[in-house]
Nanobody, 127 residues
Framework: QVQLVESGGGLVQTGGSLRLSCVASGFTFGMNTLAWFRQAPGKEREFVSAISASGGITDYSDSVKGRFAISRVNAKSTVYLQMNSLKPEATAVYFC????????????????????WGQGTQVTVSS
């Protein structure tokens, strides 16, 4: 059974930091691109960051570039999202997603191909 379980969300003040984790099971983690998406209240889910299966290629949305960092530890089947200098507009539910890729360097912003999704973790940034 495929599972993606996010953790690490919470309430933080503007300028603060949080580290999200997503632990995967039930599939070959090392052959999957992993990504983080978020959905704010009343808005569509949007891309945040992705990391290739090899971990060698990453991608970030313009709104988080330079402040967020994605990483993965394949031996632990875990992907992380370090979020620094948080702003109130980062308030959202953050989802982890995975897609199998035969190309170890693939990263994708389009959420439609991602086959596996977690339940999400709430991040709230107070002003």
């Amino acid at each position: 059974q495929v599972q993606l379980v996010e953790s690490g969300g919470g309430l933080v003040q503007t300028g603060g930091s949080l580290r999200l984790s997503c632990v995967a099971s039930g599939f070959t983690f090392g052959m999957n691109t992993l990504a983080w998406f978020r959905q704010a209240p009343g808005k569509e889910r949007e891309f945040v960051s992705a990391i290739s299966a090899s971990g060698g290629i990453t991608d970030y949305s313009d709104s988080v570039k330079g402040r967020f960092a994605i990483s993965r530890v394949n031996a632990k089947s875990t992907v992380y999202l370090q979020m620094n200098s948080l702003k109130p507009e980062a308030t959202a539910v953050y989802f982890c997603a995975a897609i199998y890729s035969s190309w170890s360097g693939y990263v994708g912003r389009d959420q439609r191909p991602y086959a596996y999704w977690g339940q999400g973790t709430q991040v709230t940034v107070s002003s």
